[in-house]
């Protein structure tokens, strides 16, 4: 792909991001000479912050002197990723992920992501307030980076249902629910759905929604284990597409019914696509995402000697669902792109003696999505690199309530920026990443382009392959929905 035919320097693209500063004080921080990406092009701009916030965008010769400049040249500049779709710190089927909210979201910095939105999940008997401040007590002191959280309800009680408009109202409009999982106490019944989608829409919030049929799943499962047919070649076959579509089907016909913002997590299936692309066609504030591993690996992993290591849910898919999520991703039918980061390690993955039986699912993502994506995504020219940035951050900051703070590179807007070399090649080592697990399912491949600096709220958090930041300097941001219309 030629950059050069990407950059436009137009005045009028400038002046709608960015005025000169009136004062002449220093600032903290000038980033020179870099190709700012957003989703409207890519343009050669330099960037003023002060105080955590970006203040300007123009010529730098116009603006004050800076306490700190970084030579951008030969660079893009991107506004801070965000990651809706990440479990620090989370259990599941008696084990927890190998990293915490510290050493998670380093790995997330060094992926370029400056805000995350993990999960506050409800165990049963308790209510969603007093879930919201544990999980905050893990999250605040720890976190590098800035972040929130998803409200997961698995026990709807007559309490916790109550006190869904006072979270929503607290700065945590999004609301997820399992319709799987149903053995490993996560999913609800249709009817709690039904009735928790009514409460998010006279709220105004969001609902999000794991989409498969947990009785076909289960009852898959079951008859595959009876049979002997544990190796993780018959993984996907257990979970097979059907179990995802009817799910989808279902939830958007319940969205219908109630008029809710809706998010479907993790879109596997080409009939998926068709599915989101109806529901928006007809308006409806119905969003998707795909994940990283869904549009580069394949259920063909799973034949592998290491198999069992990719067990996701739901699983991957063939080679023709790969590209029909890179059309949908194209044609706009899918609006971001998460990592669903888990990070399990080797010995966890292994527990089930290299069968699928009792091992935890996910895969961990969260420090490689943007160069993954690069590579698969914008290199060959299967999209634009300012479609990737919207991926990545500015629809995800739309979606959750962030915008216009997060997913910006606007003047007011939270200084949250990433520094990426285009033409930087490297092979994925696990040993040379910073998620705290053994391995990755990109390992030996080799990428394209390297993030250099990432910078939160004004602060050079990475620096190369230094972590700059401390632990605890992270924000946990409250969001909301309010006055945010809806947009195909």
Known sequence: MNRRELITTTPALIATLGTAISSQSPVDLVIRGGRAVVPEGIFRVDIAIQGGKIVALGDSSAMPAARKVIDARDRYVLPGLIDSHVHFNTPFRGMKTRDDFYTGSIAAAFGGVTTYIDFAIQPK????????????????????????????????????????????????????VFMAFGRE???????????????????????????????????????????????????????PRYVELEAIRRALFYARLTGVRYYGFHLTIAEGVEEFRQARSEGLPIFTETCTHYLVLTEDVYRQPDGANYVCSPPLRTRADVEALWRGIQDGVISTVTADHTAWDLAQKQIGGGTYVGIPHGLPGIELRLPVLYTEGVVPGRISFPRLVDLLSTSLAKIWGFYPQ??????????????????????VDPSHLHMPVDWSPYAGRTLRGRITEVISAGEVVIEGRQFRGKRGRGRFIRRSLDGVRFTR
Not at 146 to 168: F, G, K, R
Not at 202 to 223: C, F, K, M, P, W
Not at 406 to 427: E, N, R, T, Y
């Open 125 to 176: 008997g308790r209510d969603l307030l007093s879930v919201i401040k544990d999980r905050r007590a893990e999250a605040d002191p720890q976190t590098v980076v800035d972040y929130s959280l998803h409200m997961l309800v698995t026990d709807p009680t007559p309490i916790a249902l109550e006190q869904l408009a006072d979270v929503i109202a607290s700065g945590m409009p999004s609301v997820k």
């Open 185 to 239: 106490g996560l999913m609800i019944d249709d009817g709690a759905i039904l009735e928790i989608m009514r409460i998010v829409q006279q709220n105004n919030g969001i609902i999000a929604v794991h989409t498969e049929n947990n009785a076909i799943a289960e009852r898959l499962s079951d008859e595959y284990e009876r049979t002997g047919k544990t190796a993780a070649a018959y993984y996907p076959e257990t979970r």
């Open 406 to 427: 997060k997913g910006s590179l606007a003047p007011g807007a939270d200084a949250d920026i990433v520094l990426f070399d285009p033409d930087a090649q490297w092979m």
